[in-house]
């Protein structure tokens, strides 16, 4: 995910540039599509086949959300961003719920749909069903989604590339007219590292610490995205009526307390209730955060500027469990090392404290190329 986390910010530059980000998040969607699809090829063995595949998938995915997302500030008013963030989400967590129950039936009950019950294939046809799912409800975005921005003529032995790399330096130099989406950008980067690393972290302490059973844990899985649901809806229209930071800020003091109980907690039950907490904190977190980026985005830089919204979460990936697997290594307790993550929302929250919302608002209209 080095690569994603790297290529964003360029391949948004470039985007922006050429006015084609409908273009390339059609490219990279059904490319994705594709790549999910050839994973119904792998079989056990197939180490490297199954890896390639994955990490081409992943990356086509990422590099499509940074595209989807950099539509906001174009589709919604700034009044609006958060409900209309928050309501994408939504939408996104009823269809992974709705994705994930047919993917299981399909496991547990293959001769419903007429799947032979041997060499895998239960299990390798739900690769086809995310395929068909994510080609499949796609469609309508590529129908109905209008490309506001233009192109330009690019000046004579020029090439889009050299330009994109070149408008990116231009970005960096001018860095202290977005100074709110820098320091934001490095708050959001911090807590979704928290944010990430629990939800990697969650199925191994039900595990090892509470002892439940697989099937408990895809079920609080199911459970805490339902609430995100309603969480997503909730926070952001709480953003638009009270301030998209002052969303967040709530969503992080519910993570960090919900960390802190992790201290505590020692019945399976306890671990639903935490599920449910998550939830509802969840899609809050990630509709607010994706609503205060577009806030402070300039038009014009729409792709670039999610680009680097994209690059700040694939970086998160790397520090939260690095420092969970240091911790619980030291301790020898899963427990601790899920405390540990406490880190990164406190000062993911102390950062975003000097975040000044109209400011940054105040930055994106004043913004000049």
């Known amino acids: 995910m080095l690569l994603v986390a790297v290529s964003a910010p360029v391949l948004g530059a470039i985007a922006d540039l050429r006015g084609s980000r409908k273009r390339f998040l059609f490219l990279f969607c059904y490319a994705g599509v594709v790549a999910t699809g050839f994973l119904f090829l792998v079989v056990p063995g197939d180490i490297w086949l199954a890896i390639v595949f994955y990490l081409l998938a992943s990356a086509c995915l990422e590099w499509s959300l940074?595209?989807?997302?950099?539509?906001?500030?174009?589709?919604?008013?700034?009044?609006?961003m958060g409900r209309i963030s928050g309501f994408g989400w939504a939408l996104g967590y009823v269809g992974g719920v709705l994705c994930l129950v047919f993917a299981m039936a399909m496991i547990r009950w293959p001769d419903w749909f007429?799947?032979?019950?041997?060499?895998?294939?239960?299990?390798?046809?739900?690769?086809?069903?995310?395929?068909?799912?994510?080609?499949?409800?796609?469609?309508?975005?590529?129908l109905w989604l209008r490309e506001r921005s233009t192109g330009r003529e690019l000046p004579?032995?020029?090439?889009?590339?050299?330009?994109?790399?070149?408008?990116?330096?231009?970005?960096?130099?001018?860095?202290?007219?977005?100074?709110?989406?820098?320091?934001?950008?490095?708050?959001?980067?911090?807590?979704?590292?928290?944010?990430?690393?629990v939800i990697v972290m969650a199925a191994i302490f039900g595990a090892e610490v509470l002892g439940m059973s697989q099937d408990e844990l895809i079920l609080c899985f199911i459970l805490t995205h339902?609430?995100?649901?309603?969480?997503?809806?909730?926070?952001g229209y709480?953003?638009?009526?009270?301030?998209?930071?002052?969303?967040?800020?709530?969503?992080?003091?519910?993570?960090?307390?919900?960390?802190?109980y992790v201290l505590v907690i020692e019945e399976s039950w306890e671990f639903w209730v935490l599920a449910v907490v998550i939830g509802l904190v969840l899609g809050g977190v990630q509709a607010s955060s994706r609503a205060l980026l577009a806030q402070f985005t300039p038009k014009e830089n729409s792709a670039e500027f999610f680009g680097f919204f994209a690059a700040s979460g694939k970086f998160a990936a790397i520090f939260g469990p690095a420092l969970f697997a240091l911790i619980t290594d030291m301790t020898g307790s899963v427990r601790y090392g899920v405390a540990s993550i406490l880190v990164f929302f406190v000062v993911g929250l102390g950062i975003l404290h000097f975040v000044d919302e109209e400011k940054g608002i105040l930055e994106s209209r004043n913004a000049v190329e």
Do not use: C
């Open 226 to 235: 339902l609430v995100a649901i309603l969480g997503s809806l909730l926070l």
């Open 238 to 260: 709480l953003g638009d009526r009270m301030a998209t930071k002052r969303a967040i800020n709530i969503t992080l003091l519910v993570w960090t307390a919900a960390v802190i």
């Open 156 to 197: 004579p032995g020029t090439s889009y590339l050299r330009v994109g790399l070149q408008r990116l330096l231009h970005t960096f130099r001018k860095i202290n007219q977005f100074q709110e989406l820098g320091k934001f950008l490095v708050a959001f980067l911090i807590y979704n590292d928290g944010v990430q690393t």
């Open 66 to 80: 940074a595209l989807y997302n950099s539509f906001l500030p174009e589709i919604a008013p700034r009044e609006q």
């Open 114 to 142: 007429g799947i032979p019950d041997s060499e895998y294939l239960p299990v390798r046809a739900t690769v086809l069903l995310v395929a068909l799912w994510w080609g499949l409800f796609s469609i309508p975005t590529f």
